[in-house]
């Protein structure tokens, strides 16, 4: 069982880049999900979730507005539109698959996570 998330890169400051995160060895449809990050030093926090069936989502208050996320269960994919990019979101970007069918902001309820990937804003 993998997560990948893969769309990372360099980006100036108030552009848009879109994390993807395929699934692999088995299907998470029925699974919340979400996108947590980890800056230099700091520690993981949570970014963005949704349910099983994109009935619910949830937002970082620091990216409320400027991140949308979304799944496409047919595909086992999840991904996360970042757009108006600021400094502070440099960080490695992780996706992960809750234990049960909703999101947390928690990432003792996620049981299975991707391996991250890089998001650099900078001028």
């Known amino acids: 069982v993998q997560l990948q998330a893969s769309g990372g890169g360099l980006v100036q400051p108030g552009r848009s880049l879109r994390l993807s995160c395929a699934a692999s060895?088995?299907?998470?449809?029925?699974?919340?999900m979400g996108w947590f990050r980890q800056a230099s030093g700091m520690e993981r926090e949570f970014v963005s979730g949704i349910s099983w069936n994109s009935g619910s989502t949830g937002y970082a208050d620091s990216v409320k507005g400027r991140f949308t996320i979304s799944r496409d269960n047919a595909q086992n994919t999840l991904y996360l539109q970042m757009n108006s990019l600021k400094f502070e979101d440099t960080a490695v970007y992780y996706c992960a698959a809750a234990r049960g069918s909703l999101f947390s902001k928690q990432p003792r309820d996620y049981t299975v996570w991707g391996h991250g990937t890089l998001v650099t804003v900078s001028s």
């Open positions: 060895g088995r299907r998470f449809w029925n699974n919340g």
